[in-house]
């Protein structure tokens, strides 16, 4: 008989007092008797509407079904067909939209916690097994991939496990693209993703860091000079959008990619940092966007002792973050301020003092309240400005959350390679871009989006690659 209790068994979280000065892991997982009494709400539904709901197809009642026997190890090696990376997705995959949204338990109660048993069933996996992966017999075929992202990091794996000779190329001076550079250690922890890199070159994947394709090498050389006999580009939207309103480039504005790059990668706001930011104890933070990239660089604020507001200007309905990571924010005291639109960042001016090291930094936030109208082209209602609601905001810095698009270098550097106007590189339903045996996916090619469909992408593209050079 199934579980019939109507919730889920809730998450164990740090409490949000103490997380909020640390950058600790905030969910905690579910212990294993947790993780079986929560297997056991799921109905093993015979048409599995779950599964349709999951980008990459996970057999989820099948691994659920292990979970609830206690056999996780079998769990793990159902969801490891379809996922290189479960112990990130168990993490950050939006499955309030996804499977769970699916969920037939969830039409009356609440959903089965699938991504909350994808976690504890990877983190189980990763605590216990001992297993190295198998490294495969050489097919004789090399393959380049620019980017260590998830759909970089997805093709890459899926191609080593069938032989091939590969090499990621990446340019920042670690793995694991925006899994390092912009999610932070409090949502997914960093040595989680090194584990997932280290597994990849135990299958003889080979990765070179501070490797700027379209600087230090071009795709064309790849191919000519090094005998690479297929490209993947998996190089994601790392171009921050700014507003242009006045006063963006004063002391003080950081773009969200820039401000989270600094603090995860770089450890920014350790003493001695060669990339320090402002220090920002008992400063006033204002993050511009309501997206996960936002509610990250605002809790990241407030873990380095800020004052924070989040300025959004659509209503709290329309956030585009996960809820989660709305209610954690919120729990860890960062101010909303829905319906409200800036119009320009504010400097200092001492009229006394020219030197005064103030000077040109930022000063606060004007803004206006915003009111929604009739739904625009994306089917959300259309802000609209309120007549006469202008105020300020006094602020020591201004970190812009407002979406990223593609680099433009590597179009830049690669003769024949189509791309959309905003910068996304096209490709057809298998990654094949418009140059022979040039692959792309991931953000790259959709524009910001979410992990699941980066490895999704980069699972497509390694199956096409597959076919295409064992056809040589
Ligand atoms: P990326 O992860 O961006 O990786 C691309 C890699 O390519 C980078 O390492 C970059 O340095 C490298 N690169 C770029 N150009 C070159 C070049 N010329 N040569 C060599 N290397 C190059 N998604 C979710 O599902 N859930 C979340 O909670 C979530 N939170 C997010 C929070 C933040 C702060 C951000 C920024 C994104 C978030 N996303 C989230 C989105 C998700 O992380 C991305 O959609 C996903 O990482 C895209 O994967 P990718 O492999 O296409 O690109
Ligand atoms: Fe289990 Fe929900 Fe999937 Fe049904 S829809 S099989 S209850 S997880």
């Known amino acids: 008989m199934p579980n019939m209790r109507p919730d889920k068994n809730p998450m164990p979280h740090q409490d949000p007092q103490v997380r909020a000065c640390n950058f600790s892991e905030v969910a905690l997982g579910y212990t294993r008797e947790q993780a079986i009494d929560e297997a056991q709400r799921c109905l093993n539904c015979k048409n599995m ?14 691994f659920i079904g292990r979970v609830a026997e206690g056999d996780f ?64 017999a050489p097919n004789g075929h090399k393959v380049a991939v620019i980017g260590s992202g998830p759909a970089g990091l997805t093709c890459a794996g899926d191609l080593a496990k069938k032989g091939y000779e590969v090499t990621v190329f990446e340019a920042l001076h670690l793995a694991g693209g925006v899994l390092v550079y912009g999610i932070p250690e409090f949502r997914l922890p960093k040595s989680i993703v090194q584990k997932e890199v280290d597994t990849l070159k135990e299958l003889g994947v080979k990765v070179e860091t501070n490797m700027v394709i379209g600087r230090a090498i071009t795709i064309d050389e790849l191919k000519e000079e090094f005998g690479f006999e297929a490209v993947f580009i998996g190089s ?45 104890k008992g400063k006033k933070v204002a993050v511009v966007g309501g997206g996960n990239v936002a509610m990250d660089a605002a809790r990241c604020s407030r873990r380095l002792g ?46 006394d003092d020219p030197k005064d090291p103030r000077n040109g930094s930022v000063a606060g936030i004007r803004c206006v309240e915003m009111e929604l109208g009739e739904p625009d082209a994306s089917g959300r209602r259309r802000p609209i400005v309120k007549e006469g609601s202008e105020f300020d905001i006094e602020l020591d810095c201004v970190i812009m ?61 390694a199956k096409a690659i597959d076919e295409a050079l064992a056809k040589k």
């Open 49 to 62: 509407p779950c599964v349709a709901g999951c980008p990459v197809k996970i057999h989820i009642p099948e």
């Open 73 to 136: 190890e079998g769990a793990y090696q159902i969801i490891a067909k379809d996922s290189a990376l479960p112990a990130v997705c168990g993490r950050v995959c939006p499955q309030e939209s996804q499977c769970e949204a699916k969920c037939i338990r969830g039409i009356k109660n609440e959903p089965v916690g699938i991504g909350r048993l994808e976690r504890f069933v990877a983190d189980w996996h990763n605590a216990n097994a001992t297993e190295k992966p198998v490294r495969p």
């Open 236 to 280: 994601g939207a790392g171009l921050p959008k700014f507003m242009n309103i006045p006063g963006e480039n004063l002391k003080g504005v950081y773009s969200a990619n820039e401000f989270l790059t600094r603090i995860n990668l770089m450890k920014a706001y350790k003493d001695g940092s060669d990339t320090p930011i402002m220090p920002l």
């Open 306 to 351: 800020a004052e924070v507001y989040i300025i959004y200007r659509r209503s709290e309905a329309e956030l585009p973050a996960r809820a989660e990571e709305v209610e954690h924010a919120k729990e860890e005291g960062i101010i909303f301020k829905t319906l409200t639109n800036p119009t320009e960042i504010l400097g200092y001016h001492n009229p």
């Open 401 to 461: 959350a407002l979406g990223t698009s593609p680099n433009p270098l590597i179009k830049a550097t690669t003769q024949g390679l189509d791309t959309e106007k905003w910068g996304g590189i096209i490709a057809d339903e298998n990654g094949l871009t418009s140059r022979e045996n040039v692959y792309a996916g991931g953000d790259a090619v959709t524009g910001a989006a979410t992990v699941i469909l980066a490895m999704g992408a980069g699972k497509t593209a």
